[in-house]
């Protein structure tokens, strides 16, 4: 029985993939990205050769100009060695340098881009830098894994590499598919720093795989169940790209990937996609037990507000009180997940005693060790909100969305 469904679909000027488990029919994971015809378009991880324009002391970051009359910001703090291409480098960043960065965070508002001079190139399980040169595992990994994943690690390795989670399903075997990945990226990397100076000013050198194909690389419930997933397009072209990087890296999954042709019942119309759109995209978001939730997006911060609705008759019973809680806990995660929330989030729950306070914050503890981004339950207030951050990678799923979701739901001004 299949159990998972990715499915990629060409949506507004974009490309939509979504994870659906079929037994719930709810999603697990959801990215929207610009058409990867969009050349100009930059993403998390690509590699330019960028000029210095000016170092700022007092705030010891340097703007630098990726492309042409495009800037972006790169601290110096705890810079690892850079790569400049123009002259040897000796100890200092100044203006003029043509130096190898790495796009690290999207821009956002008035915040320009944020790169790196620590090069990281990921695979399917593990990542090597340029920089960081040391060699560690996924803090999700047990005490044993870790120590069983190191060994499984190349002795001859100049580059830094982090083993991530997903190494551990290899600890059956001996290790040789990490070791063969370890390789091959090391020599792409090696292949990045030789050409460096064959490329002027400006250019971007590497150019990582579409978010679409990324995630799909990394989603865990797709990576070695080939028999319960399946992978679905209703795009020709996007077919053919798929079956290229399914082969190179998740060949298991190759049978399980379809091209979907049934031009009188539309894909999207299928899986109900505006439906899951609004869904996401709305501040309310009701639970079975008949509670909601309410999420608000304020200039500093998320807010989200946690009502027992429906659920008036046992008001007074604190069982039924963390039980909803707990409830809401489990939806808050995925929320934040598929709407992709970040920074400052505060989360006021419904009221209840000290005792059950500390139990909820366990599990939100518990189920936030489990998420692909980092998110770190900080503490619970006097007031009893509970304060969360998330890290910033990416645009909220609404800020990405923020033009279709004028169109498809006539929102007026």
Known sequence: MIERKYILTRYMDGILSFTLDTKSNRLTSITFSEDCVQEDGINIGDIFIAKVKNVVKNINAAFIEYADKKTGYLSLENTYEPIITNRTYDGRVVAGDEIIVQLEKEAVRTKEPVFTTNLSLAGKYCVITSGKLEKGVSKKCTKSEKECLLALIPDNIKYGVVVRTNAASLLDSEGGILKEECANLCALMDKLLHEKIHRTCYSRIYKVPP???????????????????????????LYDELKEFVSLNMPENLPYTVLYDDSSYPLQKLYSVETKLKELTSPTVWLRSGAYLVIEKTEAMYVIDVNSGKNIVKRENQEYIYNINCEAAEEIIRQMRLRNLSGIIMVDFINMGKEHQEKLLQKLKMLASKEHILTTIVDITPLGIVEITRKKTTKSLSEQLKIQKVKMFDIKA
């Open 211 to 237: 978010l679409y194909f990324t995630a799909l690389r990394d989603d865990g419930s797709l990576m070695h169940n080939s028999g319960e997933c399946q992978i679905i397009t209703d795009d020709a072209q």
